[in-house]
């Protein structure tokens, strides 16, 4: 099997039952992931396919040969933190750190959904131009990464920090259902 | 989780032709349910058929829009045309799940999820559904997520999918493709009552395949929406939900409703009964409450999850005043 993950091919012998997170940490060692739950309740195991937050715990790997897999090492350009790691630090994102990989991968993703202008669940308008990245709509969009410390303060502070608060975002979501 | 062979056939038929070799084969969407079920050994297909990289596009008409079971829910839920003509169905996959798993989840998976009652998951219950005869612990057990309608002896378990409750709602049919060849089937047959085989959750043939959900033309659906009661407020099953569509004439009296209940059935709950008690009367709040009485008529509660019956009405009269505005209300 052939993979793509942070920029870097991988061919492998793999059993079909291996998840995509078992890839990445036990047999490729890219331990910055982490498995919380294994079974999507906790957002821990956060990766992006194509730019598109997935959790790798419910992820066969054999489903994602050459797609464009990044993980939090992906993240990291010539030994230079990624902003959003850097604001987790400067707003106490965290305490213990086991679900920051995700809750960073997962905000990532959720930053691109804006603006392709997918809509959230509190949306008030979906018929609506725009979408504004308010207190609430980041919480509810973020709500599929648990934080068992209590950081989600700091960790709301971090993305808007990074992600300026109240910006507007395009609704027109310009990808058709054809991947 | 035992071994399974993999494959990724290029057709809807090639899929269907693999599956029938195979006597335990299962159809492989985005895996969000289905893997967690094999790692539970709930499910021990020794042949998964990856069919998420087929049926992947949202076909848009005046008339009706056909959505490919293998479009995910997020680019449902996403697209334009639906968050225009039929909000509600945007609201119901909005209120289900978290993003990531929204990113994975199919449509066709979606619609074939299985129940979450833990005693299902537990293998130390009992279980009608899992092992068929050997009992129900839930009846007597920890039961506020149970169901209040349709229910039998054997099984008080509920369907979990928000999605498919506004498609209940929106009169969706889904399109079959099996060995027999094409056939379609309205949303609301496709999922059973429990009755003495809770087991037999649809009625899907052997190896048949959803390969797409149209959509019908329905104007009224553009004054929709989904309202979900949950224990928290993102990221959680229903309690109950509803999946309402008003049409109301410029003398206040209701031309058309439509009505879907979740979180309270073995299957998404059409009200029909509520539907055609509304139907031609002034939209009002009494009669939102006169029909939801109607409506939960047979409602029977268990130990924990008497509340629902109440909930429900309430939660059926408040997403109808919603759509109806404050000021006719």
Redesign the interface.
């Known amino acids: 099997m052939h993979f793509i993950i942070n920029g870097q091919n991988h061919a492998l012998d793999l059993?079909?039952?291996t998840?995509l997170l078992d890839l990445v940490r036990d047999h490729l060692l890219l331990t910055g992931t982490k498995k919380g739950c294994?079974?999507?309740a906790c957002?821990a195991c956060?990766v992006l396919v194509d730019g598109?937050?997935?959790?790798s715990c419910?992820?066969?790997a054999?489903?994602y040969q050459d797609r464009t897999i990044t993980t939090i090492e992906g993240l990291v350009s010539a030994n230079a933190l990624h902003p959003l790691q850097q604001a987790f630090i400067e707003h106490d994102g965290f305490q213990c750190g086991y679900c920051t990989p995700g809750q960073i991968c997962?905000a990532i993703?959720?930053m691109a959904?804006m603006e392709?202008?997918?809509?959230?669940?509190i949306?008030a308008d979906?018929?609506g131009e725009t979408v504004q990245l308010t207190h609430d709509e980041l919480?509810?969009?973020m709500?599929?990464?648990l934080c068992r410390c209590g950081a989600h303060n700091g960790i709301i502070q971090a993305i808007q920090d990074s992600f300026a608060e109240g910006g507007d975002f395009k609704?027109?979501?310009p990808?058709?259902?054809?991947? | 989780m035992i071994a399974f062979d993999y494959t990724r056939p290029a057709s809807a038929s090639e899929a269907i032709a693999i599956a029938a070799k195979q006597a335990h084969a299962k159809y492989l969407g985005g895996g969000t349910n289905l893997i967690d079920l094999m790692r539970e050994t709930i499910e021990e297909p020794t042949a998964l058929v990856d069919v998420s990289t087929l049926s992947n596009t949202i076909d848009v008409r005046d008339d009706r829009i056909l959505i490919g079971a293998g479009v995910k829910n997020t680019a449902v839920a996403a697209h334009r045309a639906i968050r225009e003509r039929y909000p509600m169905l945007a609201r119901a996959i909005l209120a289900g799940a978290s993003a990531q798993i929204r990113n994975m989840a199919s449509v066709g998976g979606n619609i074939l999820q299985r129940t979450r009652c833990t005693y299902f998951y537990d293998d130390a219950a009992h279980c009608n559904k899992r092992w068929p005869g050997t009992g129900c612990d839930a009846r007597d057990g920890f039961n506020r997520n149970h169901a209040i309608l349709g229910a039998s002896p054997a099984c008080v378990a509920t369907h979990p999918s928000d999605m498919c409750v506004a498609l209940a709602a929106l009169d969706a049919t889904v399109h079959l493709r099996g060995v027999d060849g094409d056939r379609t089937m309205k949303l609301i047959d496709l999922h059973r009552l429990p009755g003495g085989r809770p087991d037999i959750e649809t009625e899907l043939r052997q190896g048949e395949l959803i390969t797409a959900v149209e959509l019908p033309s329905l104007p009224s659906a553009a004054r929709s929406t989904y309202r979900k009661v949950r224990d928290r407020s993102s990221y959680a099953f229903a309690l109950v939900s509803v999946a309402a569509a008003l049409d109301v004439d410029d003398a206040g009296h209701i031309r058309d409703v439509r009505l879907a209940l979740g979180g309270i059935a073995h299957k998404p709950w059409r009200a029909f009964a509520a539907e055609a008690a509304l139907r031609g009367t002034p939209a009002t709040q009494p009669n939102f409450r006169d029909a939801a009485e109607i409506e939960l008529k047979d409602a029977a509660g268990l130990r924990d999850n008497t509340f629902k019956i109440e909930l429900a009405k309430r939660t059926i009269v408040a997403t109808l005043s919603e759509l109806n505005g404050r000021d006719r209300s």
Request: hydrophobic share 25%; aromatic share 2%; proline share 2%.
């Open positions: 059993d079909s039952r998840s294994n079974q999507g957002g956060t598109e937050r997935i959790n419910l992820a066969l054999v489903q997962s993703g959720m959904e392709h202008g997918v809509p959230s669940a949306t979906l018929a919480r509810e969009r709500s599929g990464n609704t027109n979501y990808k058709e259902a054809a991947e």
